[in-house]
């Protein structure tokens, strides 16, 4: 099944009962039982499995091409269920470019519950394999990152990786399941904050995990099970909406994402733009490999000032785009890393890694490009 059928029909069947094409909002807390431990159907309660949810996990396996998916209230929820696999003494590498989030979670939660974590350059790949021992038992990569849009070789990391047994999971929300597959290139685990691009409405929190082996599958949906950061049938029905025009809505973003990095790159206000479909783009090749059919509606840009309040006043000054958190919704979006998203990384973590107080983060949305183009020019302006 191609992907464009799959993410409608992908792991869906009609409703047993009525026939209904969409699977309706199972809005119930448990199930009825005939006899004790004896449930009338497949379902006892909710936290465990709902139908509704049971059909976007489903589709999340699908998308992805795994042995199961499983759905969270939001993307750190399914991070923290993932790290709830290691324990004191175990060491994870991680890429030195996160999520804000993923960064506080890692370092102000299970830092402190002995767990040791490196932050490195993915790119330098002899180095981080020589940083590899018996305590290694994760590595975790943003390919693109949030929000300097580096890239990770996923085929090429997923090879060092399974010589030493370590697992290996991809941050596939910049790029989505239409534009990468972690897992076909070697990776065991993807993770997604499915409030993005997955939802696309800027209407829900959500987060995924899709593993490719069905036994540690199994073992994570245990620990989702017991710690109960599901995600709601009325979210899961958002999302499971949301991945039916995936493949529609991220080809529009990857148009007009190209579209507003041109225009940016030869404007006389701006320093760099960081868009890995540009030819300069350092990671370009990279991109080229392993993101399939396109790179994706993020757009990151810096100013020839340098200065942050120039930043700040185009951010005040748009119209089309609004100056909000989050990503990957219908509608652009703009935002400053190190003021929002990224303000819980400490400045001098942040300056190391090129997140500087001149650098703004565009979500590309799905308007009309000259709209969007105008707007970043009077803002600009």
Known sequence: MKFNTKVIHGGQHHEKVTGAVMPPVFQTSTFAQVSPGQPVGE??????????????????ASIENGARGLAFASGLAATDCLLRLFKA???IIAMDDLYGGTYRLFTRLYKDSGIRFHFVDMNDLEGFEKLINSNTKLVWVETPTNPLMKLADIAEIAKITKKHNVLFAVDNTFATPYLQKPLDLGADIVMHSATKYLGGHSDVIAGALVIKDKELGDELHFKQF?????LGPMDSFLVLRGIKTLHLRVQRHCENGV???EFLMNHPKVERVYYPGLENHPFHEIAKKQMIGGFGGMVTFTFKS???????SFLE???VFTLA???GGVESLANHPALMTHASIPEDKRKEVGITDDLVRLSVGVEDAADLIEDLKQALG
Do not use: C, F, H, M
Not at 306 to 312: E, P, S
């Open 325 to 327: 958190e989050s990503l």
């Open 259 to 261: 579209k507003v990095a």
């Open 226 to 230: 017991a710690t109960g950061g599901t």
């Open 306 to 312: 340098g200065a942050k309040q120039d930043a700040i």
């Open 89 to 91: 003494g175990d060491e």
């Open 317 to 319: 000054k748009l119209k």
């Open 43 to 60: 379902y006892e309660y909710s936290r465990a499995a709902n139908p509704t949810r049971q059909a976007l996990e489903d589709a999340l």
